[in-house]
């Protein structure tokens, strides 16, 4: 079974981009570890980056179907600034049903005041919010029934 990991806006530049907030690890760098994890659980990892909404929601509406029919387990979702604009990406998880961990690098609640609402967090069946790039492997265990055992 697969598991998505969906980066939005800005995310691929992980590593040059204000790394005081962000870290130096790059995107590529998060994915590996994700990958070995990912080897380690059984799951089939699918992790991807798009500056567009559109192409998050087409992607989320995949992912959707494909859980239906239980080819997915769900998907890991960093909407970037999109959290906090994106009613399309609200709805693409819920029309789709999408079983989403929402995923923030930053603690966006300890940041700016339009940080602190998203429209994402109400249809995510989780959130981890500033742990930095560490979040993404928590994130993905919390789909693995036991993930002690990996
Ligand atoms: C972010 C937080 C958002 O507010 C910001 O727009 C991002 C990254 C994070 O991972 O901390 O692009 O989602």
Known sequence: TTIHVLNGPNLNL????EPGLYGTETLADVEARCALLCARLG??????????????????????????????????????????TSVAIRDAIAGAEV???????????????????????????GVVVGLGTRGYELAIRSFVDDPAEA
């Open 14 to 17: 992980l590593g040059t981009r």
């Open 43 to 84: 799951l089939d990892l699918v992790f991807r980056q798009s500056n567009h909404e559109g192409r998050l929601v087409d992607w989320l509406q995949e992912i959707g179907a494909a859980v239906r029919t239980g080819d997915c387990v769900g998907a890991v979702l960093n909407p970037g600034a999109y959290t906090h």
């Open 99 to 125: 079983p989403v961990v929402e995923l923030h690098l930053t603690n966006v609640h300890a940041r700016e005041e339009f940080r602190h609402h998203s429209y994402v967090s109400p249809v995510a069946r």
